[in-house]
């Protein structure tokens, strides 16, 4: 196995469709991302890895640094766009009631009528690493489109954010939710932040409020 991801790792054109990416907090991982090829975003950053089969439905993934990326030649804005194509077909968005996801995991199904007044969940099909969806070609419009309201971006976690009606609470208020589930439930290495964020309907950008 090992062989073989030297091998397959040599070209980049070899191994294009198999780069993608994960949403981590880049002040938790300012260590590792001094050796890894990255995008900053607000507090966020971007890392890519190389995801490659080690049979069945098991991967290993490798982690592009900057020594790997200078082999290949090939600078962060290509990997960006490649990553992001290959997301979309690997790890397509859903978007649900956060009730949905529950009713599913504890029952095995959907609930049927799903009321869109209450915490919606944003993550993708696989729901690992799924608070990338944040990044995906029209999903926050969609969104937007879809409840008719500005929003709050909650980062649950790395895998999955919940989406809020701005209107609903005030931001100090989450704030202190977010902090105490991160605090009492959350795994350290799953935390993504501390605050909230808000996705700006007039700018069609996600901003810190």
């Known amino acids: 196995m090992f062989k073989r991801m030297i091998n397959e790792i040599q070209n980049v054109s070899a191994i294009s469709e198999k780069i993608v990416f994960r949403l981590v907090n880049t002040k938790m991982n300012e260590d590792v991302l001094k050796e890894r090829v990255h995008r900053k975003f607000l507090d966020l950053s971007i890392i890519y890895f190389v995801q490659i089969e080690n049979g069945g439905n098991h991967f290993e993934n490798l982690v592009i640094t900057h020594q790997l990326a200078k082999m290949w030649k090939i600078e962060e ?31 095995g199904s959907k609930k049927i009528d799903e009321e869109e007044d209450g915490l919606l969940y944003l993550s993708n099909t696989s729901n690992f690493y799924g608070a990338s969806c ?20 909650i980062p649950s976690s790395v895998h999955e954010v919940l989406i809020l009606l701005a209107d609903s609470i005030g931001k100090e208020e989450l704030n202190q939710m977010i902090q105490e589930v991160n605090a009492t439930v959350v795994e350290s290495r ?7 964020y808000k996705y700006d309907s007039k700018k069609n950008e996600i901003i810190i409020p």
């Open 134 to 153: 944040i990044f995906y070609p029209k999903v926050l419009e969609n969104i937007r489109r879809k409840i008719q309201n500005d929003y709050y971006i």
């Open 190 to 196: 799953e935390i993504l932040a501390e605050h909230c």
């Open 77 to 107: 804005s290509d990997l960006w766009k490649i990553a992001l194509k290959n997301m979309l077909k690997l790890f397509p968005p859903q978007f649900t009631t956060l009730e949905s996801v529950l009713m599913t995991k504890l029952y």
